[in-house]
């Protein structure tokens, strides 16, 4: 996350009203910054798990890159849709949904600076009201999309499980619950426990007048998988990417040091019944 100069970091209770208003606010003041910053190492048609870099043509997390083909996907918490892009050139049939205008704002300058590939299609919408008729998607995919700024967490899952047709797959990344042990700086003093991976308190950073300008919720690796099964789906996989060799670049409080010591990402995969 980028602090904005003027606001306070605190520990403190936000619910889902006050979460999703802090959380829209920020990714639109923020998203020009955010997309300068990690566009490069995004690209603008590659699908990224999370700052390790592990991408989905290496995982194959919603299948075989051939069985994509005519499918209809739901991209949650698409930022600049980079993963729809890549799920599109696969054949499958994306939509792209993201709380932040400004974030589908950068979407659209993709699209438009590729006019050979069709656009992805973007909707602006919360993740826990998805404006979609039951069933209609074969899968849905989020790259720290929506669930790590969520207060309640299972609505979404409800949410993407209404909108999945059976058996239909779901496959979302998170910062790693372990991660929130640790004080989320990329050098040695991101290495020392500062405080309990127990503690749920969200991580807010308020204004002057105490409102919420960005929120972060954490869950422990339990409360998520309690979360999948109580949104309706089965847990196929949980993948802990490791830190490549080949990965020189920091992205906030992820750094090489980092990485070859802890898991930085949780990949939830999972399965509609
Ligand atoms: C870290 S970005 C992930 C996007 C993309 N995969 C990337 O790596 O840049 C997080 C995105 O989640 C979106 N987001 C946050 N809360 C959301 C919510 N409640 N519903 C939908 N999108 C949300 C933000 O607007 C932002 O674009």
Redesign the pocket.
């Known amino acids: 996350m980028i602090q904005e100069d003027d606001a306070e970091a605190v520990r403190r209770e936000a619910g889902p009203a006050e979460?999703?208003r802090a959380?829209?606010g920020?990714?639109?003041r923020n998203?020009d910054d955010?997309?300068e910053e990690?566009g490069g190492f995004?690209g603008d048609d590659r699908f990224?798990w999370?700052p390790e870099g592990l991408s989905e043509d290496e995982a194959a997390l919603l299948g075989p890159a051939a069985s994509l083909r005519g499918r209809d996907v739901l991209?949650?918490?698409?930022?600049?849709a980079?993963?729809s892009r890549w799920l599109a050139a696969r054949g499958a049939r994306p939509v792209a949904?993201?709380?932040?205008h400004r974030?589908l704002r950068h979407a659209r300058r993709m699209d438009l600076a590729n006019p050979a590939a069709p656009p992805v299609p973007l909707v602006q919408?919360?993740?826990?009201a998805l404006p979609f008729r039951d069933g209609s998607f074969d899968l849905a995919c989020?790259?720290?999309?929506?669930l790590?700024?969520?207060a309640e967490p299972v609505r979404?899952l409800r949410e993407v499980r209404r909108v999945l047709r059976p058996g239909g797959r779901w496959v979302f990344s998170v910062t790693h619950p372990f991660r929130w042990a640790f004080p989320d700086e990329p050098g040695p003093e991101g290495l020392t426990v500062s405080g309990s991976y127990f503690d749920r308190t969200p991580y807010v950073e308020q204004d002057a007048e105490g409102r919420a300008v960005y929120v972060e919720h954490h869950r422990t690796l339990g409360d998520r998988v309690r979360d999948v099964v109580a949104g309706g789906f089965r847990l196929l996989d949980l993948v802990e990417p490791e830190w490549p060799a080949w990965n020189t670049q920091e992205w906030g409080g992820w750094s090489p040091l980092r990485g070859e010591l802890l898991p930085g990402t949780a990949i939830f995969v999972c399965e509609r019944d």
């Open positions: 979460s999703s959380n829209r920020w990714w639109d998203a955010y997309q990690h995004l990224v999370g991209e949650v918490g698409a930022g600049a980079q993963c949904l993201d709380l932040s974030q919408a919360d993740a826990a989020s790259a720290f999309g929506a790590p700024f969520v979404v």
